[in-house]
């Protein structure tokens, strides 16, 4: 049998095989690219640019816990003008598509870095940060009110035409009514989960670890929280899917395609072992010939129950 | 000199004093890349709910083998303890800016270490061209660590203990002042420095008072290591007087003491 087909058509990003390095964990490109080939990822997200350079939080900003890690970094990045000029020509001479995150503060700064964005050549994809306070409208985070999700999802499309992926927040509840409302919005696909807000507590001072206090939870801990949302967006769209949480293993991305993602990212992994995306993707492969498997696609959603 | 992903293997682990380990690893693709101040990342073995690797200074380092100084104090360290001659361990490195060792040839190389801090600056003088001296503080006699490695390289160490146990009463700050004020003989220093924030602080404001240059190797909790996650940010400030958080494992972990905003370090 000849070598199975790893590629995936990821709403209009041609990957090569599906699994990407997720957003805030493989930095801009060149932190990594001593020990991993990018030009094997299926895809390369960058960590969320706005559309204004921003400090982020004080330190500490991350802690491990149980199988995770707590981060508050608060998107710090240096806004997209010194992202195009000086991080995303490194990536450009890889074979990879960039995908790149990006986060605001209201509807109109969203609207904004995605028309800066897409007005450069060289980039496959936007992924909608939507974990993050609206700033005018009562702090409420984009991603956890529907309205709003639907604003700024509209706003977003208007102004590009690279394919456009909202990463959903953890919502238990309400996760199929974040999935339909994007697709209704225009979303090519969706990435889902973000990560889980979370709490660590220094008890000899009975203070927060984190100077932010909260921050969000990732790593295989949360890895069959994400399993089961991601299971229930994929069911509600007809749109491609990315799984994300907790994957460290190709089992771990395996259950994601069965459970419906066509995609996965690699995220607090990557800190671990840098060549996680590459052990996964080779993981794939290797269980695709064993269960004479002539494409991952066929594999995608085929959970019996 | 790039970075590099190596499985080493243990050659020797032992006791060093104080409480104190020393691991030597035979890692012939980074042992000869590290530069002083340098530091691996090491996934730490049978370890498997740690999602995060453990940064270590680089205390030796030849052709073949790295050594490390640690002391078991939390759930990495202490699960290091069970490595054993012939075991593999991961690492990534060398990772980070270390100390220059290009200053004018003219400076007397004075290094200032807290305890463990020293792990981190005996390259420094093992490497440097000429020779300096050395001012080590702790809280006890059983914190001062490698002083006998630094007497082996010829270097004078002035040692002070918090109670008294070697060297002068009180801090390293003591035996440092004493050198500035009688030992240097007209000479201007040049400072490398590691330690807790207090220290290096003080180390600061010698060199800042005195017009010198000081080479401060601060220690922060890190995640990735190498530039990704942005957890191990300090302070800094620019000529102009602007600042913002740099990454402490890829612009440092060595920074010159004016670049250093010290109210965010202990706000």
């Known amino acids: 049998m000849s070598a199975p087909d790893l590629s995936v058509n990821l709403g209009g990003v041609r990957m090569r095989n599906p699994v990407m390095v997720a957003s805030g964990t493989f930095g801009y490109g060149p932190e990594y690219a001593d020990l991993v080939d990018l030009n094997r990822l299926g895809a390369f997200v960058v960590k969320g640019i706005s559309l204004d350079p921003w400090r982020g939080n004080p330190p500490p900003r991350t802690v491990e816990t149980a199988s995770g890690l707590i981060n508050a970094i608060g998107l710090q990045n240096p806004g997209a003008d010194v992202f195009l000029r000086d991080h995303l020509p490194f990536l450009r001479q890889f074979d990879v598509p960039v995908i790149v995150n990006i986060w605001g503060r209201t509807v109109e700064e969203y609207a904004a870095v995605a028309e800066r964005l897409s007005a450069a050549a060289g980039l496959a994809a936007l992924e909608l940060n939507v974990s993050c306070p609206n700033i005018k409208e009562g702090r409420t985070t984009f991603g956890t009110n529907l309205p709003m999700f639907r604003r700024v999802l509209a706003a977003v499309r208007l102004k590009t035409r690279l394919p456009l992926i909202p990463k959903l927040a953890p919502d238990l509840a309400q996760i199929k009514a974040f999935a339909q409302a994007a697709e209704e919005e225009g979303a090519d696909a969706l990435s889902l989960i973000n990560s889980i807000p979370a709490l660590a507590i220094d008890i000899e001072t009975r203070r927060p670890v984190l100077a932010n206090r909260t921050g969000g939870l990732s790593g295989p801990a949360i890895k069959p929280i994400a399993l089961k949302l991601v299971w229930e967006a994929a069911q509600a769209v007809k749109i491609p899917v990315v799984g994300i949480g907790g994957i460290a293993t190709a089992a771990d991305a395996l259950e994601f395609i069965i459970a419906g993602a066509s995609a996965v990212a690699v995220g607090t992994a990557n800190f671990t072992e840098p060549t996680t995306a590459l052990t996964v993707a080779d993981g794939i492969r290797d269980y695709l010939v064993r269960h004479n498997l002539g494409t991952v696609k066929e594999l995608v959603g085929t959970i019996l129950c | ?267």
């Open chain 2, 1 to 267: 000199m790039a970075m590099q992903l190596e499985t080493a293997q243990v050659v020797e682990h032992r006791d060093y004093g104080g409480g104190y380990r020393l691991l030597k690893l035979a890692a012939p693709g980074i042992a000869p890349q590290v530069q002083p101040g340098q530091f691996v990342h090491l996934r730490v073995p049978r370890l498997n709910d740690a999602v995060l690797r453990r940064p270590f200074s680089v205390f030796q380092a030849d052709h073949g083998t790295l050594a490390l100084l640690y002391k078991a104090v939390g759930r990495g360290t202490t699960a290091l303890t069970a490595l054993m001659a012939g075991d593999s361990v991961s690492l990534i490195g060398p990772l980070g800016h270390g100390f220059p060792l290009d200053g004018p040839a003219d400076r007397v190389p004075v290094l200032v270490a807290g305890g463990y801090g020293m792990a981190a600056l005996y390259l420094v003088a093992q490497r440097l061209p000429r020779q300096g001296v050395v001012c080590v503080g702790g809280r006890s006699a059983r914190d001062i660590l490698g002083v006998e490695d630094f007497t082996a390289l010829g270097w004078p160490v002035h040692i002070a203990t918090e109670d008294g146990t070697r060297g002068v009463r009180g801090l390293v700050t003591a035996v440092l002042d004493a050198w500035l004020g009688e030992g240097r003989h007209g000479r201007a220093p040049e400072f490398f420095a590691c330690g807790p924030n207090g220290l290096l602080q003080a180390v600061g404001d010698r060199a800042q008072a005195g017009g010198w240059t000081a080479w401060l190797s601060v220690d922060r909790h890190l995640g990735c290591g190498v530039g990704a996650c942005l957890t191990c940010v300090v302070q800094l400030q620019d000529a102009a007087g602007e600042w913002a958080w740099v990454r402490s494992c890829k612009e440092g972990p060595v920074f010159e003491s004016r670049q250093i905003l010290w109210e965010a370090e202990t706000a």
